[in-house]
């Protein structure tokens, strides 16, 4: 008789049956691990929710106040029913944690969504030894390679003072949770007032209140002076670059910060002015030395690039599958709805791209 493994993806969570523990699943179950609070991990009715510390404040946020919740700290071990559990940085956004799972000597990790450059603010990717690893790949093509973020960061104060030198407000979008925490610790902040869409702003000052050391921000409202905003910086969700909200900054500068600014186009398609490449998700070259740097036998991969990424691993002699998930339909990869991600190149994650581009600098072994 085969012996089930360790953690299953039984098409409702990645599941653990010695522990009859989930993580991040998507539908409500009694007893739900989370590794982040984005929308595709952390999702609303379970019994009884896992996280770290970290992300308390938003989870309590988004699923309500008197959701049932244990925090832990990280590397923190739990032991449910002989299982091991700990939580470990992930650097992806506040509060993001791989969930490290041990039962008679074997190791499972998975790392919800990650990323390896430290952002200086949450706490950074930690490599965390596994027989089986479980990735993510939303940027997982050899064309993904991102610059380092201090230059993304002078691009966008540039880009704001030339804007102020023209008397226009500088409109820069990004994700609520993750990106603008980012940019915020990244940019020169150049004025003391910053505006803020409601979305930003409510999520800002929750992890304000919960002591995280983010500057304080001015919400835009109906009553807001509209020659306030000359030459000032206003952050904003995607979601406003259709929407009459907009409107009233006039004249104005339009950016927008994402992983999907790399793609040809995406730019045109958002009608935007400028576009910034920084994602909070792995690149190629950073995806590829995660998995490395795991010692994992085997890998398996989530969302994004599945069946490419997987097809690349075992091609180099790592063993591999792709699985699905309901992973990867929040942050950047909702930009794949709106037409700015991947199949708006016409690259699907399930084409076949014989053979993948060689990238000379990149060694699996």
């Known amino acids: 008789m085969a012996t089930q493994s360790l953690l299953q993806f039984t098409g409702k969570s990645i599941y653990c049956s010695q522990a009859d523990a989930?993580?991040?699943?998507?539908?409500?179950?009694?007893?739900?691990?989370?590794?982040?609070?984005?929308?595709?991990?952390?999702?609303?009715?379970?019994?009884?929710?896992?996280?770290?510390?970290d992300s308390e404040a938003i989870l309590r946020l988004r699923l309500g106040p008197d959701i049932s919740l244990q925090t832990v700290e990280y590397g923190e071990k739990f032991v449910i029913n002989g299982v091991v559990f700990s939580l470990h940085p992930a650097g992806h956004i506040i509060?993001?944690?791989?969930?490290?799972?041990?039962?008679?000597?074997?190791?499972?990790?998975?790392s919800g969504d990650y990323k390896l450059e430290d952002d200086n603010f949450c706490v950074p990717f930690e490599p965390v030894k596994c027989n089986v690893f479980i990735t993510e790949s939303t940027f997982g093509l050899p064309i993904y390679k991102w610059q380092p973020q201090q230059e993304i960061f002078s691009e966008i104060d540039n880009w704001w003072a030339q804007n102020k030198a023209?008397?226009?407000?500088?409109?820069?979008?990004?994700y609520s949770l993750g990106k603008m925490q980012r940019i915020l610790k990244g940019i020169e902040l150049k004025d003391k007032v910053i505006y803020a869409h409601g979305a930003i702003y409510t999520l800002n000052e929750r992890?304000?209140?919960?002591?995280?050391?983010?500057?304080?921000?001015?919400?835009?409202?109906k009553e807001t002076d509209k020659k306030l905003f000359?030459?000032?910086l206003v952050l904003a969700p995607p979601s406003v670059d259709s929407s009459t909200w907009i409107r009233k900054f006039n004249p104005y500068?339009?950016?927008y910060c994402s992983g999907w600014m790399a793609l040809r186009g995406a730019k045109n398609r958002r009608a935007v002015d400028q576009g910034f490449i920084l994602s909070d998700h792995v690149d190629w070259p950073d995806l590829n030395t995660a998995v490395i740097e795991s010692g994992a036998e085997k890998v398996y991969v989530t969302h994004g690039y599945t069946s490419i990424f997987s097809r690349w691993l075992n091609e180099n002699g790592i063993e591999a599958g792709e699985v699905t998930t309901m992973y990867g339909n929040e942050e950047e990869t909702e930009d794949r709805a709106t037409g700015d991600g991947p199949e708006a190149e016409g690259i699907e994650n399930n084409k076949d791209l014989s053979p993948i581009p060689d990238d000379p600098d990149l060694k699996l072994s």
């Open 230 to 232: 000359r030459g000032s």
């Open 253 to 255: 500068s339009l950016g």
């Open 95 to 110: 509060g993001s944690a791989q969930v490290r799972v041990e039962y008679k000597g074997e190791v499972w990790v998975a």
């Open 207 to 221: 992890l304000r209140q919960a002591g995280h050391d983010l500057p304080e921000l001015t919400l835009v409202t």
């Open 22 to 53: 989930h993580i991040d699943p998507w539908i409500p179950v009694d007893r739900a691990i989370i590794t982040h609070a984005h929308s595709d991990h952390a999702r609303w009715g379970s019994k009884h929710y896992l996280a770290h510390k």
């Open 166 to 174: 023209q008397d226009k407000a500088s409109i820069l979008m990004g």
